[in-house]
């Protein structure tokens, strides 16, 4: 199955941190999420993260695999 996924670069995901707008996004290994819906990143935050950013290099120490990405919609892809 083929996504048809539109492309953002590291500005436009900057600027959806649940501050600058209500939309609460992050990166992982290329892909944009929607988390706006998820009560662990209320304002933009989870623990020590912050949402409009890449967050691939800080999965490597959390306490979760990348499954948990699952639960969340897909909405774009990262501009390298």
Same mark, same amino acid.
């Given at each position: 199955?083929?996504?048809? &996924?539109?492309? $953002?670069?590291? #500005?436009? @995901?900057? &600027?959806?941190?649940? #501050?600058?707008?209500?939309?609460?996004?992050?990166? $992982?290994?290329?892909?944009? $999420?929607?988390?706006?819906?998820?009560? &662990?990143?209320?304002?933009?935050?989870? $623990?020590?993260?912050?949402?409009?950013?890449? @967050?691939?290099? #800080? @999965?490597?120490?959390?306490?979760?695999?990348?499954?948990?990405?699952?639960?969340?919609?897909?909405?774009?892809? @990262?501009?390298?």
């Amino acid at each position: 199955m083929s996504e048809n &996924l539109a492309t $953002y670069t590291k #500005q436009q @995901l900057a &600027l959806r941190n649940g #501050q600058d707008r209500p939309e609460i996004w992050i990166a $992982y290994n290329g892909f944009i $999420y929607d988390v706006s819906g998820s009560r &662990l990143w209320r304002e933009g935050k989870h $623990y020590e993260h912050w949402a409009g950013q890449d @967050l691939t290099e #800080q @999965l490597i120490n959390a306490p979760h695999s990348e499954k948990v990405f699952e639960k969340f919609k897909r909405i774009g892809k @990262l501009k390298n």
